[in-house]
DNA sequence: TTGAAAGCGGTACCAA
DNA sequence: TTGGTACCGCTTTCAA
């Protein structure tokens, strides 16, 4: 009745709604939801909303959310396989109706028990080893070819600093910065490889080793904004006469000055958070359509 | 029974629980927060969670919040008042235990709404005309005296970057700052104060002023962080010989990296989160407590 | 100590 | 179309 979905007349309906509003009504969502099994709630499992990445696709999804009066419930996974774990079995219990989750792990199991617990899921950032969620991801291999071709347009010595291997976005990148070697008709120098654990103190280790070399490489592939952000660091540490030059596959946060000079892909980070949204909503309300995988460019 | 509170005996308490736990039997917590009238569920109202002030204020919260079984609902106002108060009363319908609010404007009208339908509140960061709230705040007119005592320490032309006026932030830092003025017995250049948003622009574009003044002042106080990320950008884009001294008030987030070094007070902001998040916990469990205005300061 | 029953505030269904 | 009633799953109370 209160919902609409009542088939009552025109002139009643609108006596009803009038009371209400006088006496001031509010429907009790806690009793409502406990009827219809479903809370208007969404919830939301990233790594750590502090890293700038992730805040942007918060906001992307909250903005999204809002539109459709659904509140947000947000999570913290510190990409710990145990947090992320508890975080769903927690959500299950209070009923929400779905979870955006970036994945601390490619590991699945525990993913069957939360959606067998009524969870509907939505994978974002990273990709796993299944096709019955619906994913989003950025354009990883494609957006890291084009970068790294930019820099081997100028010179062949071009050095990459990644993530850790386990990840589907670490390979991803990297094997784009190697389709662009190929297609250059470049041998990569595994003297100029780096491979970190996606860290601010990570980029700065890797950047200040190559800057040590006795021959520092020309440019720099960097695989993610945090990392970036320590190869600056470590640039600002040295004085030279040529730096290389750095690309970010992550834009910088939009609040980071440099002295440095950066090109970066547009990773849209905010438009991966909306779309994650907007498809969680559409499987909430349709259960049946096809599983989407949405990869997201630097198109637009 | 199940939680606890029924007078059974221990062989049957054992009986159930394990019973329970075999048939992965989960509590419905929307079945159980209608009965009681809780939710389990904190909100968390700030401007822009993209905000690294407040991406570290929710971080805080959220940490505290998982220790004692609550989960975090997110929403960013915008500092605007009408969404402030359309997402106060969404909280409310859905039962929300608490919110946890950083205000976007120091009335409070709406707010008394909030209370009345049952949602209890604490204040953060800004501080409002009324004492029937808990607060956190930080200690800001103290920070910006010693900060700014610093600066004259080593010369008396120190310009003032700082938010606007109407917020009871930027009064108190500006207030400190001329508190340290006063005990140095050094008049204040007016041309050198300027008043902004709190905008990563507005800080941008006091910088140029002050850059391009015939005589630049040989420090700056800067009223928050963002404000100051702007200050280095106009400072990146200037070639000088003796660059002013930055002092920001607030620490720059832990991933940004500027070849201007910086002087900053160390504003807790996680800390900050956390001790909203206890404060209402604590209100929640004894609602008839005093009521605590927390001020947070660079100790420790 | 135990089991049964009422009710939190809605929604959905059914007979009138 | 309408009003009445059962019921969502849990907590609390009350009688046995």
Redesign the interface.
């Known amino acids: 009745m209160l919902n609409g979905n009542a088939p009552v007349s025109g002139a009643t309906l609108e006596r009803v709604q009038t009371a209400a509003s006088e006496l001031g009504y509010?429907?009790?969502?806690?009793?409502s939801?406990?009827r219809r099994r479903a809370?208007?709630?969404i919830g939301v499992v990233v790594p750590?909303?502090?890293n700038?990445f992730y805040?942007?696709v918060?906001?992307g999804i909250?903005?999204q959310l809002r539109g459709a009066?659904y509140?947000?419930?947000?999570?913290?996974s510190d990409g710990k396989i145990e947090k992320q774990t508890e975080y769903l079995?927690?959500?299950?219990?209070?009923?929400l109706d779905g979870v955006i989750l970036a994945p601390a792990t490619p590991d699945l199991d525990k993913l069957e028990d939360a959606v067998a617990?009524g969870l509907t899921v939505v994978l974002i950032d990273r990709r796993v080893a299944s096709t019955v969620y619906d994913t989003v991801t950025v354009k990883n291999r494609d957006d890291a070819r084009i970068l790294t071709a930019g820099l081997l347009a100028a010179s062949r010595r071009i050095a990459h600093i990644g993530g850790p291997h386990r990840t589907s976005t670490a390979q991803d990148r990297f094997a784009g910065f190697l389709d662009a070697h190929t297609s250059a008709g470049v041998d990569p120098d595994p003297r100029l490889i780096f491979e970190t654990d996606y860290s601010?103190q990570g980029g700065y280790e890797a950047m200040k080793s190559l800057l040590e070399l006795e021959q520092p490489p020309a440019g720099v592939f960097v695989g993610n904004?945090?990392m970036t952000?320590?190869v600056?660091?470590a640039l600002?540490e040295t004085e030279m006469a040529a730096a290389p030059k750095i690309v970010s596959f992550d834009p910088l946060?939009?609040?980071?000055?440099?002295?440095?000079p950066v090109t970066t892909g547009s990773q849209p980070s905010y438009r991966l958070g909306r779309t994650a949204a907007d498809l969680l909503l559409l499987r909430l309300a349709d259960p049946s359509r096809e599983y989407a995988d949405v990869n997201i460019g630097n198109e637009e």
Chains 1, 2 share one sequence.
């Open positions: 509010r429907r009790n969502a806690l009793a939801g406990l809370s208007r709630l750590d909303v502090a700038p805040t942007e918060v906001r909250e903005d009066g509140l947000l419930v947000l999570c913290n079995r927690l959500l299950a219990d209070q009923q617990s601010e904004n945090v952000l320590g600056l660091r600002s946060p939009w609040w980071a000055s440099s002295v440095h």
